[in-house]
T-cell receptor, first 113, second 113 residues
Framework: EPEVTQTPSHQVTQMGQEVILRCVPI?????FYWYRQILGQKVEFLVS????????KSEIFDDQFSVERPDGSNFTLKIRSTKLEDSAMYFC???????????FGPGTRLTVL | GQQLNQSPQSMFIQEGEDVSMNCTSS?????WLWYKQDPGEGPVLLIA?????ELTSNGRLTAQFGITRKDSFLNISASIPSDVGIYFC?????????????FGTGTRLQVTL
């Protein structure tokens, strides 16, 4: 069964550094999402992406964040200058159609020191 | 913003017992989803509910979509050790070309032998 994959599984970085988190959505999917989960808390929506542009973003998704679909298979989340409070699990999800149920990748654990 | 509150926050039960948990919302949802999250993993979809009053089963799991469309319930029968994890309810919102999931606060389930 097709799956969403994410790399790396764990990223450690110094505060102020840029990080890029990578996702490979399911191949025929058109809608892509990033979510964040701070340790011990609920999963929170960050951004949705369709047709090469952001469809919706949350208050968390400020100017330090950006998303890109650089080729036909990858979907990336970039954090320009990481802060301690960016430490969290980041999950990618994708759907073929807007109203489909979202299926999640295994996540990237980001640790900012 | 929308809030989904889950109760109980955590449960400790013995293997073989039945489990009930619920999720209530401050606003109406037209779809309810139940996900399970194992430690260090992404949320995995368990059950999707699409119609008020609907009762849907997936093996030992049964979920109901409340008549008011502001709540949902998940029951697990005859619990086993692999049921351990965090259970999240989630509701989708569709706007324009976007959709996003709002997640509940989670119910942590521990199963003892």
């Amino acid at each position: 069964e097709p799956e969403v994959t994410q790399t790396p599984s764990h990223q450690v970085t110094q505060m102020g550094q840029e990080v890029i988190l990578r996702c490979v959505p399911i191949s025929n999917h058109l809608y892509f999402y990033w979510y964040r989960q701070i340790l011990g808390q609920k999963v929170e929506f960050l951004v949705s992406f369709y047709n090469n542009e952001i469809s919706e973003k949350s208050e968390i998704f400020d100017d330090q964040f950006s998303v890109e679909r650089p080729d036909g298979s990858n979907f990336t989340l970039k954090i320009r200058s990481t802060k301690l409070e960016d430490s969290a699990m980041y999950f990618c999800a994708s759907t073929q159609w807007r109203t489909d149920t979202q299926y999640f990748g295994p996540g990237t654990r980001l640790t900012v020191l | 913003g929308q809030q989904l509150n889950q109760s109980p926050q955590s449960m400790f039960i013995q293997e073989g017992e039945d489990v009930s948990m619920n999720c209530t919302s401050s606003s109406i949802f037209n779809t309810w989803l139940w996900y399970k999250q194992d430690p260090g993993e992404g949320p995995v979809l368990l059950i999707a509910l699409y119609k008020a009053g609907e009762l849907t089963s997936n093996g030992r799991l049964t979920a109901q979509f409340g008549i008011t469309r502001k709540d949902s319930f998940l029951n697990i029968s005859a619990s086993i050790p692999s049921d351990v994890g965090i259970y999240f309810c989630a509701g989708p919102r569709f706007t324009g070309t976007a959709s996003k999931l709002t997640f509940g606060t989670g119910t942590r389930l521990q199963v003892t032998l």
